[in-house]
């Protein structure tokens, strides 16, 4: 690929930067291609294959792909109503050239997008809770939200916290992309739990599962919900698969500063393992990278 496209949803474990290794390591020519934790999707973005059926348990960010899906056509509509809710609730838009003031940069010299647009935000954000059906207005608070997180409390609101982000060309450009990506390719989306959904396919030859599963050993908000049981069930699943014939290829992390991850070192040693050079560090020396990603697949990539 000459250019790595990256998801307008900016989500947590995003692996933006890691696609032009991995994709040298996906299967040449895919029929179907399986993603059961799709997450923002900056990964099937940037694979050729015929079919893309995709899935993740977190129904908010399904709903906001299906948004897109199903607005593939009104790429100028879509764009101009999101500039109407920034523009109405006086939100920073750098892309537009709406900046923020040069007193309120110069007082707030590291958080003053969070200063200038969290009035605006905040006015959003409860204008959402009362029509969670508004999915324009739930893509907008991701995108000025708290590392474009999509979190509720247990009542069901939204809570996340104004971030310090901004409307820049960078999430106008990534809106484009996904829209002519979705208007150019057949997507079928889901939101099921990760056994039901590969439980479901009905899968053929030629077809590819990418799997980016939360991490046991990293402490991200995302992976909070899983666990070694979840774990254990994941690889049984992938050996079942794998005794069917069909491809799959796994990214996660063996190692991640003092832990490591045994059930994924015993579980990989029958299978091929790629190294990936990612960009954790030490938070000990931030010139040190103490962590091991790799990329586990049951083909060998020629």
């Not at 593939?72 to 923020?100: A, F, H």
């Not at 590392?147 to 409307?167: A, E, S």
């Not at 960078?170 to 996904?178: H, M, R």
Request: aromatic letters at 16%.
């Amino acid at each position: 690929m000459s250019k790595i496209i990256r998801s307008p949803f900016f989500y947590v474990g995003d692996k933006y930067k890691l696609m032009p290794q991995l994709i040298e390591l996906f299967p040449d020519k895919i029929k179907t291609y399986y993603e059961p934790f799709v997450g923002g999707g900056s990964s099937f973005l940037n694979v050729r294959a015929d079919k893309y059926i995709l899935n993740d348990n977190n129904k908010w960010i399904i709903k906001l792909h299906k948004f897109f899906q199903e607005n593939k056509k009104n790429k100028e509509k879509i764009i101009n109503d999101i500039y109407n809710i920034i523009d109405n609730y006086e939100l920073s838009c750098s892309y537009r050239g709406i900046t923020v003031p040069n007193d309120i940069k110069t007082q707030f010299k590291k958080t003053y997008y969070a200063k200038f647009n969290k009035k605006g935000y905040m006015k959003i954000r409860d204008r959402f809770n009362i029509d969670q059906s508004n999915l324009l207005l739930l893509y907008v608070l991701l995108i000025y939200g708290f590392n474009h997180m999509i979190r509720f409390n247990k009542n069901g609101l939204f809570n996340l916290p104004v971030g310090n982000v901004d409307f820049n060309g960078n999430v106008n450009n990534a809106i484009i992309n996904y829209l002519n990506f979705a208007k150019n390719n057949d997507m079928f989306f889901s939101s099921m739990d990760f056994i039901d959904f590969l439980d479901s396919a009905t899968y053929s030859e030629g077809d590819f599962i990418y799997l980016d599963p939360p991490y046991l050993i990293s402490n991200s908000e995302y992976n909070k919900t899983w666990s070694e049981d979840l774990e254990r069930k994941l690889y049984e699943k992938l050996d079942e698969l794998n005794e069917k014939g069909v491809k799959f290829g796994i990214s996660n992390l063996v190692y991640h500063k003092e832990k490591s991850n045994t059930l994924l070192i015993d579980w990989m040693d029958k299978y091929t393992v790629y190294e990936i050079n990612s960009n954790y560090i030490s938070r000990f020396d931030n010139k040190i990278k103490n962590s091991r990603e790799v990329y586990i697949t049951n083909y060998v990539k020629n």
